[in-house]
């Protein structure tokens, strides 16, 4: 009995909380996004040929970010009848882009003008515990070109 | 000490190859956090005690590399590379390697 009340006020306070949280971290990541687009980065593992000397330095940005109650749930349906997960797709793409825009906040700090040869990794870290995918840790890395000091 | 994920660092040379250096740290998440993390896989949002504690271990198995690095007499590890892995429910390894060198 007790479970029929539970599970409605989960998927409830799940759904909503949840998309106040996404939508407030989208709002957050497109304004720090169009902050800072001057500092372009790379996956190439050269540097531009026109920074002749140059400092460089390793800059890293990591972030474990969870899905709510609802898109669980709504998941597990999904996975009966099979198909594109959506919900998951954007607590993906929130974490990758998040962790990216640490690293690039990291390397503005140390005043790169670019951040070469960056590389991105996800790993799940609650794997082990029953089936559910539930958080995932994105580190991106990358390393800064600041123009050459000393 | 200098420490990039390139191949190479623009305008430098490399004098000297000293091989593979590594660092690695098994990290535990303790009640608190998980109790926290529980309720944030209700609401979702970001784990930001799970962020930290990554963080941290990494820059931990960075500073073993380091370390390593200098009684080997380098002065930059170049071409660093993390990797994560689990090891026991609950556990995670963290885990950073790459070429101790000595650049000009």
């Known amino acids: ?150 | 000490m200098m420490i990039t994920n390139m191949e190479t660092v623009p305008g430098k040379t490399i004098i000297k190859h000293f091989g593979l250096v590594q660092g690695n740290t098994i990290r535990a998440k303790h009640v608190g956090r998980d109790i926290m993390a529980g309720l944030k896989n209700i609401f979702g949002g970001e784990l930001t005690g799970y962020t930290e504690l990554l963080s941290e271990s990494r820059q931990e198995a960075t500073d073993r590399m380091v370390k390593q690095a200098q009684t080997l007499g380098a002065n930059a590890v170049l071409n660093v590379r993390f990797s994560t892995s689990s090891v026991t429910q609950g556990a995670a390894e963290l885990y950073a390697y790459g070429t101790a060198v000595l650049l000009e």
Request: glycine share 6%; with cysteine.
């Open chain 1, 1 to 150: 009995m007790i479970d029929l009340i539970i599970f409605p006020s989960l998927l409830i306070s799940g759904y909503l909380f949840g998309q106040y949280f996404e939508r407030k971290h989208y709002r957050s990541i497109l304004k720090r996004e169009s902050d800072t687009l001057h500092v372009p980065l790379l996956t190439l593992k050269t540097v531009p040929s026109e920074l002749k000397r140059c400092d460089a330095e390793l800059v890293a940005g990591n972030v474990v970010v969870s899905v709510d109650y609802f898109k669980r749930f709504l998941a597990g349906l999904r996975a009966i009848v099979g198909g594109r997960v959506k919900s998951y797709e954007s607590l993906v793409d929130r974490a990758r882009r998040e962790a990216i825009l640490r690293m690039k906040e990291q390397a503005i700090d140390k005043g790169a003008i670019v951040v070469t040869n960056v590389r991105i990794e996800t790993s799940s870290i609650s794997k082990g515990q029953r089936k559910t995918i539930g958080s995932i840790e994105v580190l991106a890395y990358g390393t800064a070109i600041s123009p050459y000091r000393s």
